[in-house]
């Protein structure tokens, strides 16, 4: 942006104030008059049917043959098996993400044999194009990793021989690469990002591949590349637990809605890292961080109850941290009494923390979850039960990890790109319709009067 080309525009007053006025127009009683799924959900928060899949499914609640929802233990499956039954499959593995991915693609999970072979394809598409990191990564530097994944995804358009074949197994190559270099572009965009920004000295590892997806993430962007058997599992555990989540999440149907336009791989992609992108969506366990930070910087004893429901009182009342009133990492549109990877993610945070030196801080998270569930309850008019979800967690686990903040939001991409692949070749398959949704026009007609009259 040309920065006194802007500047200048802010200056005309009428022009800017006239631009700024726009958001928020709507009388906002209209969508009630008119009844509008604001974001696509009916008027309980329940999301609007808007499409089929049998990639995933999402459940929070039991429906009677009344219709009258019951809330249950969330439940997450992949391709029909139940998350919690693979992870416990996983157990001792560094290949779960890899098996899942495996099995989002192909509706099946892996043989060994198919499994190591699978490992062979993606290791053979992980390396980036010749001078891609020195031309298109370090090149043009960002403060925002995702900023360069968007960025990085598009330019990869112009590597591939034939960008524009949306056959399904030309599609599927390009989600194996995409999948496979996703990890490697976070990591140089990352380490190009401390060196320009930060001053510190470039480091560049390359990929070895024999390691796993978690294990090369961790050696990337380690000085030294080394690593536990216990840190590789956990992150390995963490990828699985983000790589799915349904067709109704706001960058999984992303995908479906530019899939359907007929573009490209990069494009679509592209579209959904900005979507996640977001921070009401990609970044809520960037926020859990800030908001525990806040506490321990407030709370003179952060293992009294009575200490740590004061404050959690007063950001409910946006008294406190970004004065929102929300405390982050609870809650959840369709899990009530738990989201399932929330459950295993704790689990696996309490292993950790234990051997790394962090079970102080973990009890910390235990003591915020188990008060702002009674809180929230209390001091909200809530129609379903409050849960923590997997943002409440995965914070804590990355960085107990030493994965900086700045990746938080990326680590969410490199596993959900595996997702956003199955979503797209289904929907490819399927020769679905461009979602086109409506919008109703509540303005005004009004007579056109020529420039000089006006």
């Not at 958001?23 to 499409?51: E, F, H, N, P, W």
């Not at 495996?102 to 198919?114: S, V």
């Not at 999948?179 to 390359?206: E, N």
Request: glycine share 6%.
């Amino acid at each position: 942006m040309n920065i006194d080309a802007f500047e200048k525009f802010k200056e005309n007053e009428e022009y800017y104030t006239r631009m700024c006025d726009i958001a928020g127009r709507i009388d906002q009683s209209l969508y009630s008059k008119y009844d509008v799924k604001r974001g696509l959900r009916d008027s309980d928060g329940r999301g609007v049917l808007t499409g089929l899949t049998e990639i995933s499914d999402v459940s929070g609640f039991r429906v009677d043959e009344n219709g009258e929802r019951t809330p249950i233990p969330g439940e997450l499956y992949f391709q029909g098996y139940d998350v919690k039954e693979l992870v416990k499959g996983f157990r001792g593995s560094k290949h779960g993400f890899e098996e899942t991915t495996f099995l989002l693609l192909f509706g099946k999970l892996p043989t060994e044999k198919e499994l190591a072979d699978f490992m062979e394809i993606i290791s053979a598409f992980r390396p980036l194009p010749e001078n891609f990191n020195r031309d298109v990564i370090m090149k043009a530097p960002s403060r925002n990793i995702m900023n360069v994944l968007e960025r990085c995804v598009l330019t990869l358009y112009s590597y591939d021989d034939n960008p524009d074949d949306i056959s399904v197994a030309h599609v599927l190559a390009q989600s194996l690469s995409l999948i496979a270099r996703f990890p490697v572009i976070a990591a140089y965009g990352y380490q190009s990002y401390r060196h320009k920004f930060l001053d510190s000295s470039l480091i560049i590892h390359r990929p070895k591949p024999e390691l796993s997806t978690a294990e090369n993430i961790l050696r990337l962007l380690r000085p030294d590349p080394t690593f536990t058997e216990l840190e590789a599992q956990v992150l390995d555990i963490c990828l699985v637990l983000h790589a799915e989540h349904g067709g109704g999440n706001n960058s999984t149907f992303t995908t479906h809605v530019i899939t359907t336009t007929g573009t490209d791989t990069y494009s679509t992609v592209a579209g959904s890292l900005g979507s996640l992108k977001g921070p009401r969506h990609g970044g809520a366990n960037l926020k859990v961080q800030q908001m525990i930070a806040d506490l321990k910087a407030n709370v003179a004893d952060t293992e009294s109850d009575t200490e740590v429901k004061a404050y959690l009182t007063k950001i409910l009342k946006r008294e406190a941290f970004d004065k929102m009133g929300l405390i982050y990492g609870m809650g959840h549109a369709i899990y009530t009494l738990s989201d399932p990877r929330a459950e295993v993610l704790k689990e696996y945070a309490k292993r950790l923390s234990e051997a790394e030196g962090y079970s102080q801080e973990f009890a910390l998270y235990e003591r915020v979850e188990r008060i702002a569930k009674e809180l929230i309850t209390k001091n909200r008019d809530v129609h379903k039960p409050v849960c923590a979800n997997v943002d409440f967690y995965s914070g804590f686990v990355y960085s107990v990890l030493k994965i900086p903040v700045e990746l938080f939001t990326p680590m969410f991409a490199i596993a959900r790109i595996s997702g956003w692949s199955a979503h797209r070749l289904e929907e490819l398959a399927s020769k679905g319709k461009i979602i086109r949704p409506a919008y109703k026009y509540v303005g005004t007609h009004r007579e056109y009067h020529s420039i000089e009259d006006r």
